[in-house]
């Protein structure tokens, strides 16, 4: 067409929103009027086809009753001639070349302004009359002069049979930037950029010379030495005398696209950072500002245990709880753009798994989301196993000091407790000779009571040398230990012993099933009973309630020892003890077994009780694990291994 000024527009798209900003753009335009006409399927396309002409038609490839590729050639079954440019939401060079392919004018992505979608709509009209030029000249041999009606942003171009250039229009040597003395004559070789390999020119020069017309893109080289790119038609140029027709000449008839191929080449450059940066993720998907997933790499559906098919129509926010991201991590990804945080996910399966995800904003119109993902667990796992040997050796740094400090205290102390009782009962010898009998009672009395303190004082160091371990019964090789009584009859004994001295309102249920015996000194597993058991009682001293002992065999999986923080898995015997008393604040669990920490008022506790627990309970190759809510109660769970 001729007159550019004035276009008609067939508009097939079936997004209210999308077809009102392709139109408030078409309007915006200067120095063309747009008359669209909107329709929502191919359907209607098909009536306002039969009812109207149009200049060029703007397709969505998504419509009720057309999808993908196939809409195109519907479409170009209803007109043949009329250009079509491609809507297209993904901003996707492959599919726009496989559109071209199939039959398309053009594309352009939905959302462009108005300048961009005026220029790619003159474009392919001016490309479209291009063609059908070509097609009328190569087939009705037409003369070159109906070219000179083109735009006036058109390069035409004439050469001999030997291409050199015989006539050039004003377009030319503006693109070109020589002038039209140093052109004529001259053949192509004085544009020629070197991008072009021999082969191309080989196969132009053996179609034009058949007598056919070759189309397609050309890269020039202006004077001043840069690139330019053509979107060009060379033409043979028929002359018919009475005996016959011949071609005496070629037309070339180009537009500049040099701009649309840069446009392509950094969208290319983008495309290939884009897939690099896919390939070095585990998972990668693009979302829209809604949560709706609009692209998934195969990593991704690996790590979520999805197919694609099912992950594109899926919206993040209104997923089955177990996969979604809640509002608020989504509220994150849209604020904190290109920063890095862990979100923690179920597959499909309902396995966990962490990732660790990059968010940054893509360039397309829509304003989606990139999110590139990776598979943090093993690293995390493997974080957290060096943080739990880093406090094993601590806390074996920690044991050790107290240890040989509390050892040479208690050896020391020992030794002054056997001084104080020895004079202690020399002064209660002397007593007996005093002749005044209230002086002697009194007497007798006070050195009662430094004895009883004194022997306090024994038993005090007794645990505490207890605890380091230095008593004859640590060096036993647990290996090397005969049992004397067994297991479940000194838990029987233990518990009769402590219930005699339990108050009214507090009472202990035991549950002992048929096991193995525990390989540990019966003298040993009274007083990590007793220990046990004292503790139970304090924690229900206001309210009472019930103590559960209960022994049995259990199959663990993977739990890290409460003293030791050593991973426990396997079977065990379990010998748990039970309080529904206050239970233990989770701000000092952690801290309850190290020597002298109680929770205990001044008074009455030492803080040695669950130290000096878990030392035989570790001597005996076992382990503990504490299960304790506050005012609910806590069980402590003793698993030993089979003898």
Known sequence: ???????????????????????????????????????????????????????????????????????????????????????????????ALEALKTGATDYVVKGSDAN????????????????ETSRKLAEAHLDLDLLHTLDSATIIAETDLHGRISFMNEQFCKISGFRETELLGQTHKIMSSGVHPKEFYLHLWSRIKSGKAWSGEICNRRKTGEQYWLQAIILPIYRKNSDDTYFYKYAIVGLDITEKKKHEVAMQNRAALYEAAIETTDGFCRISSCGKILEVSDGYCRLSGYSRDELLDMNILHMNESFALSLQQFSHLIQDNGKTFEVEQHRKDGSLWLAEITASYSTLPDR????????????????????????????????????????GIGHDFNNILTGILGYNELCQIIAEDITDTSIKDELNKSLQQVEIAGRRAVELISKMMNYCRQNTTASIDIDQLQLTKPTREVIKEVVEMVRSGLPRKTHIELDLQDTRNILIAPIDLHQIMTNLLVNARDAMKEKGGTITVSLKMVNLLTYPCAACLMP???????????????????????????????????????????????????????HILIDSQLNVGTTFKLLFKKS
Request: aromatic share 6%.
């Open 368 to 407: 989606s989301l990139f999110l590139f993902l990776h598979d943090v667990t093993e690293r995390r796992e493997m974080q957290k196993r060096d943080k739990i040997q880093r406090q094993q050796l601590a806390h074996m740094q920690k044991i050790d000091s107290i240890g040989r400090l509390t050892a």
């Open 1 to 95: 067409m001729s007159d550019i000024a004035f276009i008609r527009v067939l508009l097939i798209e079936d997004e209210a929103g999308d077809a009102q900003l392709t139109q408030i753009a078409l309007h915006q335009a200067k120095d063309v009027t747009f008359e669209v006409t909107w329709v929502e399927s191919m359907k209607e396309a098909k009536e306002a086809l039969e009812n109207a002409t149009f200049h060029i038609m703007l397709l969505d490839l998504s419509l009720p009753d057309s999808n993908g590729l196939d809409t195109i050639r519907q479409a170009k079954k209803l007109t043949l001639h009329l250009p079509i440019i491609v809507l297209s939401c993904h901003g996707d060079t492959n599919l």
């Open 568 to 622: 426990v898995e396997g079977k065990f015997i379990e010998l748990s003890i039970s309080d529904t008393g206050t239970g233990i604040d989770k701000k000092v669990i952690d801290e309850i077994f190290d020597p002298f920490f109680t929770t205990k008022k001044e008074g009455e506790g030492t803080g040695l009780g669950l130290s000096t627990v878990s030392g035989i309970v570790h001597h005996a190759r076992g």
């Open 116 to 131: 961009d979608l005026t220029r790619m709509i003159r474009y392919g009209l001016l490309r479209a009359e291009l063609e």
